[in-house]
C-alpha cells in the first residue's frame, strides 16, 4: 500500500487572488498546509499539484524552498493532474487535501485513513461537516487509486474534471461513501468553518492568535472564547 496526500492548489483563485501567497501570521498560508499535512503519520508521500501556467511559477519557487515534491500539470482538468501524480508516485491510495484549509490536522488525515483501511467504502471523507460532526476544513478526502482511475476514464464533465472527486459525490447512488465524527468530543463542532474561500475568511483566522503548529483542540477552544 502506498498512501499519496496530494495537496491542490494555485495562485489563481478569483475570491482571493494570489491566496497560497498571503501571509498568515507570518508564513504563506501554502506553507501553513504543507507544515501541517507534514505532520501525518500515515502518509507515504506528499505531493503539491499546481497549474502549468505562467501565474504559477512564483508559487513552484516558493514550494521549491519548502523541499516538498511538486508537480505541474492542466489547470483546468484537476482530474488528469491528479491521475498523473497518482501513476508518478505509484499511489495505491490518492488523499486529496485541499490547500485552502490553512488548519488542516496531519492527525486528523491520519484518522481518516485509519477509518477508510477499517471499513474499506469507495470513498471516505472527513473535511467538510456533511453527515458528520467535523468543523470544516481540517481533514480531507481519500479514495483508490483504482476507483480513482476509472473516475479518471469515465468523468466526461468539465465540472467532474475540474472538481476532482465531484464524480462520486455527484453519483452517490453508484458508490460506497462513508464519512465519521470525530474521535474526540471537542473537535465535535461542526459550525465552525476554518478553510479560506474569501478575504472575510482569511480575515477571521489573520485576527486570532494562532501559532502554525496549534492543534485542533486548541484552535477550537481559541474560536469558543467569548469576546
Not at 72 to 90: H, I, P, Q, T, W
Amino acid at each position: 500500500m502506498k498512501r499519496v496526500g496530494i495537496i491542490q492548489a494555485r495562485l489563481g483563485s478569483t475570491r482571493l487572488p494570489l491566496k497560497m501567497l498571503l501571509s498568515l501570521h507570518g508564513k504563506p498560508i501554502i506553507e501553513w498546509v504543507v507544515t501541517r499535512v507534514r505532520q501525518s503519520k500515515l502518509l507515504d508521500e506528499i505531493v503539491v499539484a499546481i497549474p502549468n501556467t505562467k501565474e504559477n511559477n512564483t508559487l513552484a519557487k516558493y514550494l521549491q524552498k519548502l523541499n516538498v515534491k511538486v508537480h505541474r500539470g492542466s489547470e483546468n482538468d484537476v482530474l488528469s493532474r491528479f491521475y498523473k501524480v497518482a501513476k508518478e508516485y505509484n499511489a495505491t491510495h490518492i488523499i486529496r487535501i485541499c490547500a485552502d484549509n490553512p488548519l488542516i490536522d496531519g492527525e486528523e488525515i491520519d484518522n481518516l485513513i485509519k477509518f477508510y483501511e477499517k471499513e474499506q467504502p469507495d470513498y471516505a471523507y472527513n473535511h467538510i461537516p456533511k453527515n458528520n460532526n467535523y468543523p470544516d476544513g481540517i481533514g480531507a478526502e481519500m479514495v483508490s487509486f483504482e476507483l480513482f482511475e476509472k473516475i479518471h476514464n469515465d468523468a466526461k464533465e468539465q465540472g467532474h474534471r475540474e472538481h476532482c472527486l465531484s464524480y462520486i459525490t455527484d453519483n452517490y447512488d453508484k458508490f460506497n461513501i462513508k464519512t465519521f465524527d470525530p474521535l474526540d468530543n471537542l473537535l465535535c463542532y461542526p459550525e465552525l468553518k476554518f478553510d479560506v474561500d474569501t478575504f472575510s475568511d482569511y480575515e477571521k483566522l489573520a485576527m486570532k492568535d494562532i501559532k502554525i503548529n496549534i492543534n485542533s483542540k486548541e484552535l477550537i477552544a481559541l474560536f469558543l472564547e467569548k469576546k
